[in-house]
């Protein structure tokens, strides 16, 4: 820890010196200029030593975020529309899995990882339940043992068997047309032929499984799969219900919307608060068994 | 400016003992000048963890599930004698400012 920059290796105190005037160009408007400026200059004080190198620089300004203005940022990705916030740029596995699960941040609606509105911090949402400590994982899913994976991967893997099941045991009996769309009281107002239904439900279940099943043989961290896992669950429910919804015919759903959105939201927060329960329980298990 | 005065409150609380998360929160918050709530004080010691200034691990508890205890790591230390020397220079200038401006 430095008090003025001029205590850095000249490279060191060069390449800040830079950073931090790229960054003040980049803020258009000048009245959070400088504030904005001696923030970014008390972070990087507050990270340094007297003796940082460069590549420490550099690593403490990855971890600091480019400096980034709704009016410097041409195309646009990134903003709010009367309140709303949206963000445009391609959704990575990181995102995601940080967006849905971020236990330290206290809101439980967060800007969507990818397009218009708000998205579910399930982690948040585990807190406020009391269900989980907000640093009960050092890195989210980081110690998450294999088992506590493979019994997320059970889930949509399931979901796309029964899935499958359904449609194998009825397919002679169901109809022609199918429904494929239902209005908010839980009619259905759009309908597709039975081939289009069969292949969509499983490719919605499937789909998302198949790359989590993909992701996990081939040894990713754990992080990486708890986003693909939670994705999966979620899509899996979603498709394993709308075939179930789909076999009842003209009828009237009235538990069809929060039924879907519930289990949805439900599958997905169970699978991450279950994982970030069995990252805590590894790290216990490290830390108490090295105090014995 | 705020944000690294939150910093070396919980590096001074740490100083004389080992505390977790939930008890930093309360003794800071009880602090209204401070300002300070779980939001603020979660993610600080996330970042304080990563830049090797403080290290946590889990530890039993008498009174009920094991918490997760901080405690100051040597660089820790020295963080925190240089920010609390940076804090008293300040301190004390501002104290003489405000004085002869009276």
Do not use: C
């Not at chain 1, 800040?16 to 008390?42: F, G, M, N």
């Not at chain 1, 420490?56 to 990134?78: C, F, M, N, S, Y």
């Not at chain 1, 039924?259 to 939201?265: D, E, F, T």
Request: proline share 7%; no cysteine; charged share 20%.
């Amino acid at each position: 820890m430095i008090t003025t920059l001029t205590q850095l290796p000249a490279d060191t105190l060069a390449a800040a010196r830079a950073w931090l005037s790229d960054s003040r160009a980049a803020i258009e408007d000048a009245t959070v200029r400088a504030d904005v400026t001696e923030e970014l200059t008390a972070a990087l004080l507050g990270g340094l030593d007297p003796d940082s190198t460069p590549e420490q620089l550099a690593r403490l300004v990855a971890r600091i975020g480019p400096v980034r203005d709704q009016q410097t940022d041409p195309e646009h990705l990134v903003g709010s529309i009367v309140g709303v916030p949206f963000d445009l740029r391609p959704p990575t596995a990181d995102r995601i899995r940080r967006t849905w699960w971020d236990p330290t941040e206290p809101r439980i609606l967060v800007p969507r990882v990818f397009g218009l509105g708000w998205a579910v911090n399930f982690g948040a949402l585990a807190v406020r339940a009391r269900l989980i400590e907000p640093d009960a994982e050092n890195e989210p899913f980081a110690d998450t043992p294999q088992g506590a994976l493979r019994a997320a991967l059970a889930l949509p893997v399931l979901l796309t068997g029964v899935t499958v099941l359904h449609y194998l045991r009825h397919r002679h009996s169901l109809p022609q047309r199918l429904p494929n769309h239902w209005d908010a009281a839980g009619r259905p107002d759009g309908w597709t032929s039975l081939t289009t239904a069969v292949v969509s439900d499983i490719a919605m279940t499937a789909g998302p499984t198949a790359l989590a099943v993909g992701v996990h043989l081939r040894g990713r961290p754990p992080q990486r799969q708890a986003g693909v896992l939670a994705a999966a669950a979620m899509t899996a429910t979603a498709g394993a219900l709308v075939a179930r919804m789909r076999s009842a015919g003209d009828r009237r759903l009235w538990w069809a919307g929060p039924a879907l959105a519930a289990s949805m939201v439900g599958a997905a927060g169970l699978t991450l608060l279950g994982l970030a329960r069995a990252g805590r329980a590894a790290e216990q298990r490290r830390d108490l068994a090295g105090a014995r | 400016m705020r944000k690294g005065l939150v910093e070396l409150a919980v590096l001074g609380l740490l100083a004389d003992e080992a505390r977790y998360g939930q008890q930093l929160v309360d003794e800071l918050e009880a602090h209204p000048g401070l300002a300070v709530s779980a939001g603020t004080v979660y993610p600080l010691l996330a970042r304080l963890r990563k830049d090797g200034l403080i290290d946590a691990s889990w530890q039993e508890s008498p009174v009920g599930p094991p918490r997760k205890y901080y405690r100051l790591t040597p660089t820790g230390r020295t963080a925190l004698r240089d920010l609390a020397s940076a804090w008293r220079s300040i301190r004390t200038a501002l104290d003489h400012l405000l004085e002869e401006s009276r």
